[in-house]
T-cell receptor, first 111, second 112 residues
Framework: QKEVEQDPGPLSVPEGAIVSLNCTYSNSAFQYFMWYRQYSRKGPELLMYTYSSGNKEDGRFTAQVDKSSKYISLFIRDSQPSDSATYLCAPRRVGFQKLVFGTGTRLLVSP | DSGVTQTPKHLITATGQRVTLRCSPRSGDLSVYWYQQSLDQGLQFLIQYYNGEERAKGNILERFSAQQFPDLHSELNLSSLELGDSALYFC???????????FGPGTRLTVT
């Protein structure tokens, strides 16, 4: 079993839709949960991160962590064609620098 | 633009050869990380340096080595290259060891 699992997609939605991207993980020691966006052939771009459980909002993006079920979500409101990319979750442990990446979910937002 | 630079953008070489990938971190960042992204393995952590010293090691092969220089730029050396080493190699940097990591544009290595 991989430490971090993501549905590879693609997830296709119309412009303006609310998008839900999800990850599950197996290591209960993970405390930081990062979300990266990666456009084709580009480097991953840090979107946001949360520490431990709870929600965090940044503009159209909301990150949610449920440590009891080891479930991470990223919600995108009013999705735009420019949001079309691969979204990677990457948790890590406190005191450890290594990010453990999921395989990423490819999102396609059509105009 | 994350502020992390990597050279070269593309590299094509033959099996058995050796290459060096270069990374310059964001201004002020002391930590440098190297990751490998391949189609079948996804993004895998290789190694981390902090202010010139190795700080953490991941799934890095013995044929690979890295270092961080006094000016904080880093180099990843890949030797005795195999077809399976073809991948995107990313460098990331952070202010300290426990901060957010910002990724460079990557170096695409093709081994033929």
């Amino acid at each position: 079993q991989k430490e971090v699992e993501q549905d590879p997609g693609p997830l296709s939605v119309p412009e303006g839709a609310i998008v839900s991207l999800n990850c599950t993980y197996s290591n209960s020691a993970f405390q930081y949960f990062m979300w990266y966006r990666q456009y084709s052939r580009k480097g991953p771009e840090l979107l946001m991160y949360t520490y431990s459980s709870g929600n965090k909002e940044d503009g159209r993006f909301t990150a949610q962590v449920d440590k009891s079920s080891k479930y991470i979500s990223l919600f995108i409101r009013d999705s735009q064609p420019s949001d079309s990319a691969t979204y990677l979750c990457a948790p890590r442990r406190v005191g450890f620098q290594k990010l453990v990446f999921g395989t990423g979910t490819r999102l396609l937002v059509s105009p | 633009d994350s502020g992390v630079t990597q050279t070269p953008k593309h590299l094509i070489t033959a099996t058995g050869q050796r290459v060096t990938l270069r990374c310059s971190p964001r201004s002020g960042d002391l930590s440098v990380y190297w990751y490998q992204q391949s189609l079948d393995q996804g993004l895998q952590f290789l190694i981390q340096y902090y202010n010139g010293e190795e700080r953490a090691k991941g799934n890095i092969l013995e044929r690979f080595s890295a270092q961080q220089f006094p000016d904080l730029h880093s180099e990843l050396n890949l030797s005795s290259l195999e077809l399976g080493d073809s991948a995107l190699y990313f460098c990331a940097s952070s202010l300290a060891s426990n901060n957010e990591q910002y990724f460079g544009p990557g170096t695409r290595l093709t081994v033929t």
